[in-house]
C-alpha cells in the first residue's frame, strides 16, 4: 500500500453518495492519467469537532455502508479514521487503511487494536509531539501485529491559534519510525479556534506547503479535496477545491521527476 509515492485525497467527512461518488469518481481518473497509487479517504464520524452542534457525519454503520459503495463503484482502496477500539473491526471489514487522527496518536488500546486487523495504519502526528515521539505510536501498531504502518505529519501547534510545518521533521520522523511519511496538506494550513470556535484556515498555502514537503522528501500526500469547500460541513476553509487537484498533482509529480534527474 505505501511501498511508493501515493496520494490519499477525499472530502472530510462522509456526504451523500453522489457527492462522495463525484470525487471519488475523480479520483479514480487522476489515478489513471498520473500513474500513480490513490486511496479515496473520508470520515464516517468527525467525534473531535470543537463544538457539540458542528455536524459530525453518518456515523459508523451508515458510513460503512457508503464507504463500500465507494469502493465498489471505483475500485479505488479506502481509508477511514477510527476513533475507538471497538470500531477497528468493523471497519477493517470495509476498507483498506485505518487512520488514527492526531488528537489520538497516543491512544495505546486504539493503536493495538488498528494493528491487530491486520490492515494498513495511518497515524496522524499529534499537533503537540516531536517526530521522533511517533516512534512510539508506530511500536504500539507493529506490537498489536500491524506491519504496513505510515505517519502523517499535518502540522505543529504555534502559540493557541496558528499552525506551523518544520520540513526537517519529515526527516526526523522517517529517521526515527523507518515508516513511510505522509504530508498532509490541508490540515497544516487549519488555524485552531479561529472560526466561531471551530478551526479555521487558509488554503492559499496548500501549494507551497505541498510542494516544498514533496522536495524534502516526503512519501506520499493526504489533501482534502471538494469540489465546492465553502458549502462542506466540515474544514470547509482548509480543503483544497477538487478542480486544483490534477494540476498540483502534476506540479509535485515534475518537482519529484526533477530532483531524481538531479541526483543521478
Request: proline share 6%; with cysteine; charged share 20%.
Given at each position: 500500500m505505501f511501498d511508493r509515492f501515493f496520494l490519499i485525497a477525499g472530502p472530510c467527512v462522509l456526504e451523500n453518495d453522489a457527492l462522495n461518488l463525484r470525487i471519488a469518481e475523480a479520483l479514480a481518473g487522476l489515478h489513471v492519467d498520473l500513474g500513480i497509487p490513490v486511496v479515496f479517504?473520508?470520515?464516517f464520524d468527525k467525534a473531535n469537532r470543537s463544538k457539540?452542534?458542528?455536524?459530525?457525519?453518518?456515523?459508523?454503520?451508515?458510513?460503512?455502508?457508503?464507504?463500500?459503495?465507494?469502493?465498489?463503484?471505483?475500485?479505488?482502496?479506502i481509508l477511514t479514521d477510527i476513533h475507538e477500539a471497538g470500531q477497528a473491526g468493523p471497519a477493517a471489514e470495509v476498507v483498506d487503511v485505518l487512520q488514527i487522527p492526531a488528537f489520538l496518536c497516543r491512544q495505546t488500546d486504539l493503536l493495538v487494536a488498528a494493528g491487530a486487523t491486520?490492515?494498513?495504519?495511518?497515524?496522524k502526528k499529534g499537533q503537540w509531539m516531536a517526530p521522533?515521539?511517533?516512534?512510539?505510536a508506530v511500536g504500539k501498531v507493529r506490537d498489536g501485529g500491524g506491519r504496513e504502518v505510515a505517519v502523517t505529519e499535518r502540522g505543529t501547534f504555534f502559540g493557541y491559534g496558528?499552525?506551523?510545518?518544520?520540513?526537517?521533521?519529515?526527516?526526523?520522523?522517517?529517521?526515527?519510525?523507518?515508516?513511510p511519511v505522509v504530508f498532509d496538506g490541508t490540515h497544516s494550513v487549519q488555524r485552531p479556534g479561529q472560526a466561531d470556535g471551530s478551526s479555521g484556515g487558509d488554503r492559499r498555502f496548500i501549494p507551497p506547503l505541498v510542494q516544498a514537503a514533496v522536495a524534502a522528501?516526503?512519501?506520499?500526500?493526504?489533501l482534502e479535496v471538494h469540489p465546492e469547500p465553502a458549502k462542506a460541513p466540515s474544514d470547509a476553509t482548509n480543503?483544497?477545491?477538487?478542480s486544483e487537484l490534477p494540476g498540483l498533482m502534476k506540479r509535485v509529480l515534475g518537482i519529484r521527476e526533477a530532483i531524481r534527474e538531479a541526483t543521478r
Amino acid at each position: 500500500m505505501f511501498d511508493r509515492f501515493f496520494l490519499i485525497a477525499g472530502p472530510c467527512v462522509l456526504e451523500n453518495d453522489a457527492l462522495n461518488l463525484r470525487i471519488a469518481e475523480a479520483l479514480a481518473g487522476l489515478h489513471v492519467d498520473l500513474g500513480i497509487p490513490v486511496v479515496f479517504k473520508a470520515s464516517f464520524d468527525k467525534a473531535n469537532r470543537s463544538k457539540l452542534g458542528s455536524p459530525r457525519g453518518p456515523g459508523i454503520a451508515a458510513g460503512l455502508e457508503a464507504l463500500a459503495r465507494v469502493r465498489s463503484a471505483t475500485g479505488l482502496p479506502i481509508l477511514t479514521d477510527i476513533h475507538e477500539a471497538g470500531q477497528a473491526g468493523p471497519a477493517a471489514e470495509v476498507v483498506d487503511v485505518l487512520q488514527i487522527p492526531a488528537f489520538l496518536c497516543r491512544q495505546t488500546d486504539l493503536l493495538v487494536a488498528a494493528g491487530a486487523t491486520g490492515k494498513a495504519v495511518n497515524v496522524k502526528k499529534g499537533q503537540w509531539m516531536a517526530p521522533e515521539d511517533m516512534a512510539h505510536a508506530v511500536g504500539k501498531v507493529r506490537d498489536g501485529g500491524g506491519r504496513e504502518v505510515a505517519v502523517t505529519e499535518r502540522g505543529t501547534f504555534f502559540g493557541y491559534g496558528d499552525l506551523v510545518v518544520d520540513m526537517r521533521g519529515l526527516v526526523r520522523m522517517k529517521e526515527a519510525t523507518g515508516a513511510p511519511v505522509v504530508f498532509d496538506g490541508t490540515h497544516s494550513v487549519q488555524r485552531p479556534g479561529q472560526a466561531d470556535g471551530s478551526s479555521g484556515g487558509d488554503r492559499r498555502f496548500i501549494p507551497p506547503l505541498v510542494q516544498a514537503a514533496v522536495a524534502a522528501g516526503c512519501d506520499g500526500l493526504f489533501l482534502e479535496v471538494h469540489p465546492e469547500p465553502a458549502k462542506a460541513p466540515s474544514d470547509a476553509t482548509n480543503m483544497l477545491p477538487l478542480s486544483e487537484l490534477p494540476g498540483l498533482m502534476k506540479r509535485v509529480l515534475g518537482i519529484r521527476e526533477a530532483i531524481r534527474e538531479a541526483t543521478r
